[in-house]
C-alpha cells in the first residue's frame, strides 16, 4: 500500500536568503563565554606562539594601555597613565624587566621593533620615543604630532620605520635614521588604530566611520572602506593576514577582504566594541565590549563539532555494523527492510481521513495562519483539488468564520496566493451570500470588498504605468528632450498610489476593532 503523498507547501514558500561561504565561517563559533571587568578595555593582544595566551589592557583605572607580546611570545610590553612604558616576563616570578621613563604624558600604544632589541611608545604629549632595551636609555624622539598620538605601528619589515597615528587627523611615517617624518597621510578624522601589513608596504589607518589603505611606497592612498555608522575603533588581520576585521562603537564588527576590500560578514554585539584580537587560524575571537564605565570580555571559540553519518536505518556507521549481527540468512531467504512511514502533518493526517473541515480549522489557527501563510494557502489549493472546500467552508457559525475573514484580509494583497484565495471567496459568498446579517461579518465583509476594490485599483494604476514605461522605452530621444513630463508624471502617479495606501491606513483601526469584537 502506498503512503499518503503530503501537500505541497514549497510553491508558495519563501525563497530562503543565501548564505555564503563567508557567512558560514564566521558564524561557526560557539556561544560567546563573556568576563566581566571593572575598568573599561583599552586593548587586546593574542599570543603569535602557543598557547597564545591573551593580554587585556584595561584603561585609567588599572593605569595600564596598549599590552602587546613580542614575535617570540616571550615578553609583554605596556603603556600607563603614568607616562611610562614597562616590559614585563609574565611567565618569571620577578615579572618586571624594564621600565622607561621620560615622557611627559600618558603612554596609550606601544610596539617592539624589527630585528632590534629596541621598543617604541606613542603618548599624549605629542611625540613618538624610541628606546633602547639593554640600557633603557631613549634613543630618538620624533615630535611633529599637534594633538594627543592615540595610535601606532613598526613595520614588520623594516628596523627603522615606525608609523603614527594622531588626534591631528594625520598618519605619519618615520625613518629612525632622521629626525623628521619622510610620510604623512590626511585621515581627515581623529586616528583611532592602525595596522602595517606583513609586507611592510601599505597602511590600514581607522578615523571615524573610514578606513583608510595607504600605498608607503607610492605615497598615495589607495582605497576607502566605509561600512560602519560610528566612530571605528579597532582593526586586526585574520585567515592568515587575508582577512581585515574592524570593529566600532555601533556594535559591529565586520570583515572584509583584504585585496578587493569588500564586506564578507558582519557580526553583532550587544554593547560598543572596543578592542579585538584573534588567534591564529581564527580559532578564538575575542572582543572587548564597553559596559556603562566597566568593561566586558567576550571569547568565543570555533565550533569542532561533527554531524555523525546517519544510515537508512537511523543508525550510525559505529552501531550499523552490530546490526544483524547474530543473524545467519540461509539459501533462499529473503531479508525484508523495514521502511519507515513517513510522519504526516496534522492537516496532512485530516485530509487523509477526508475530515476537510477540520482540515481548514486547523491551518486557519493562529500559529499556522500567522507564521507560514502559505501552509494554509497550499492545504486550501489541495481542498479545490479535492473538490472539497465547499465542504470545508459549510456549516460555521461566526466564531469559525472571523479567523477565515482575517486571514483573507492580510493575505489578499499577495500575488502568490491571489489565485486561491479569489476562489475561496467566490465560494464562501456562494455559501453564505445570503446570511451576513451578524454586524460583526458584516463589517468583515465590507472590510474585505475594500480589500479587493483597492486591489483593483492598484492593478489600473500598474497597467497605466506599464504603458508609461513601455511607451518611453520605445521612445528614448523624446524622454531625454522632456524630462518635465515625466516628473510630472511620475509625480501624479505616486499621489494616486499615496491617497489609495491612506485610505487603506485610516481604516485599519476600524477593522482591528471590528476583529477584536
Known sequence: MSSFKKTNTGSFAKASAYVSEHTQYWKNYEFPVTVKEFSTIDYIDVCPVEPHYIAVTTGPKKGAYGGKFDSSGEVLLSGSEESHIRLFNYVSRRPLL??????????HRVDFVYGKKQVVGFSDDYTVSLWDTPSGERVQTFGEHKDFIRAGVTSPTSEDTVISGS???TVKVWDARSRSSVMTFQQGSPVETL????????????????????DIIGGKLLSVISQHHKNITCLNFASKNSRLLSGSLDRHVKVYDLTTFKLLHSMDYPAPVMSLGIAPGDSTLVTGLLSGNSGLISFQHRSTKQVKEVTPYGLSESTKKFKFKSLKLMPGDEL????????????DRQLAQFKFTKTLSTVLQYGIATKT????????????RRGGLATALAGR???????LFRFL?????NPLFQPILLEVINVLLD???NSFGDSKLFGLLSRLNEEVEMELEVSKIAIHLEGVIELYLNMPSRLESSPNKTTQLTSNLDKSLLSEFNKKDEDKNADKEIVNN
Request: hydrophobic content about 35%; glycine content about 10%.
Open 373 to 384: 501563510p502559505h501552509v494554509t494557502v497550499a492545504v486550501m489549493r489541495e481542498l479545490i
Open 397 to 403: 457559525d461566526t466564531k469559525g468564520l472571523i479567523p
Open 195 to 214: 595596522l602595517c601589513y606583513p609586507s611592510g608596504t601599505l597602511i590600514a589607518s581607522a578615523g571615524g566611520t573610514e578606513i583608510k589603505i595607504f
Open 336 to 347: 525484508v527492510t523495514h521502511i519507515e512511514k513517513p510522519k504526516l502533518a496534522s492537516y
Open 98 to 107: 624594564r621600565e622607561f621613563k621620560g615622557h611627559k604624558g600618558p603612554v
Open 409 to 413: 484580509m492580510k493575505n489578499f494583497r
Open 431 to 433: 455559501i453564505y451570500g
Open 167 to 169: 588626534y591631528d587627523h
